[in-house]
T-cell receptor, first 113, second 115 residues
Framework: SQQGEEDPQALSIQEGENATMNCSYK?????LQWYRQNSGRGLVHLIL?????REKHSGRLRVTLDTSKKSSSLLITASRAADTASYFC?????????????FGKGTLLTVNP | DTGVSQDPRHKITKRGQNVTFRCDPI?????LYWYRQTLGQGPEFLTY????????KSRLLSDRFSAERPKGSFSTLEIQRTEQGDSAMYLC?????????????FGSGTRLTVV
């Protein structure tokens, strides 16, 4: 079953604009991770935010986490054509040492040059 | 170590045949995961190993599926008597336990087409 749901399902923007993707989930989590997937390829880890963190930055990426609303957002600033990909949020909600990821359906981001 | 390797990249098989996929994780990682992804969907968890022990299997993993990780190194995923519904991308990932700040490392996947 898939815990997370990304919103929107698809997003098309112009190069240089910012892109914001949202993720909602259902159960309590240890951490939440964002991944990127280029068409037909494997997933690339972008950023991990722990349940006791509220915001994290990495380069042009900014992630927020609101555990009270069970939601997260990924902001990509100054987007580039190379950012075109599917973006997935994944929650790690296993108890004890039962770490495993549950993915949403993803947001397809298209950055037009 | 250049990451997680999966072999083959693509596999086309006839319905009813058996197929086996291989995953070579990052050698320092003790956790290895298998996921399945169909078109337009996110990856779905199948099973994971801690070293050589298989700790959890999803209900998606029917009795036609079996996974092994002998000696806690590479892993194989076998599908017996393949069905058209098995067509998907099979992804392998590895990580430390507990996962560190850089999450899980995924391979490029094996795309299975059952005709």
């Amino acid at each position: 079953s898939q815990q997370g749901e990304e919103d929107p399902q698809a997003l098309s923007i112009q190069e240089g604009e910012n892109a914001t993707m949202n993720c909602s989930y259902k159960t309590s989590i240890n951490n939440l991770q964002w991944y990127r997937q280029n068409s037909g390829r494997g997933l690339v880890h972008l950023i991990l935010i722990r349940s006791n963190e509220r915001e994290k930055h990495s380069g042009r990426l900014r992630v927020t986490l609101d555990t009270s609303k069970k939601s997260s957002s990924l902001l990509i600033t100054a987007s580039r054509a190379a950012d075109t990909a599917s973006y997935f949020c994944a929650t790690d909600s296993g108890g004890g040492s039962n770490y495993k990821l549950t993915f949403g359906k993803g947001t397809l981001l298209t950055v037009n040059p | 170590d250049t990451g997680v390797s999966q072999d083959p990249r693509h596999k086309i098989t006839k319905r009813g045949q058996n197929v086996t996929f291989r995953c070579d994780p990052i050698s320092e990682h003790n956790r290895l995961y298998w996921y399945r992804q169909t078109l337009g969907q996110g990856p779905e968890f199948l099973t994971y190993f801690q070293n050589e022990a298989q700790l959890e299997k999803s209900r998606l993993l029917s009795d036609r599926f079996s996974a092994e990780r002998p000696k806690g190194s590479f892993s194989t995923l076998e599908i017996q008597r393949t069905e058209q519904g098995d067509s998907a991308m099979y992804l392998c990932a590895s990580s430390f336990s507990p996962p560190r700040g850089y999450g899980y490392t995924f391979g490029s996947g094996t795309r299975l087409t059952v005709v």
